[in-house]
């Protein structure tokens, strides 16, 4: 037999069967370990390219509700205001009411206190007329009594008026 390259016939044979089990070792290796492995790299960039889609979705609808935000901000200072006024305008009208219910309830008060006026001046009033009728029947009894003549009783009568005071007849 002749040698190719100065070789063994039995070391050609060697490498040939060496070279085929590698191939058939490639393979069933590259189909057992090769496929799982470029899934797992396949599931995880299809996770990347999901997750940059989420985190694009999420960015876009983060931009708009800023914008909403900020279009809310710039209505704020107009609702404040709104409200504000419409504080305002029922503190107003409270004041208002407790000012009116104020000047309802000091005219029952002076009206009130009117009525006691009149009803201690007709009190009064009586009190007075009992003590002329008193003070009469005195003087009557000093008359009797005296048996004096009409212008010694007009003197009394004076008397006892100035005793009063004109004050007590004019009220």
Known sequence: ????????????????????????????????????????????????????????????EAAKLKAEYEAKLKNVDKEVDAILSEARQKALQNETKIVNDAKEEAARIIARAQEEAELEKKRVADEVKQEMVTVAALMAKKVVAANIDASIQESLVDETLREMGDSTWQS
Not at 14 to 37: H, K, Q
Not at 39 to 60: F, S, W
């Open 1 to 60: 037999m002749e040698r190719l390259f100065n070789l063994d016939v039995q070391l050609l044979h060697d490498t040939a069967l060496l070279a085929i089990s590698v191939l058939v070792l490639f393979f069933i290796l590259s189909y057992l370990l090769w496929n799982p492995a470029k899934k797992v790299l396949q599931d995880r960039k299809d996770k990347i390219a999901a997750d940059i889609a989420n985190a694009t979705n999420d960015k876009e």
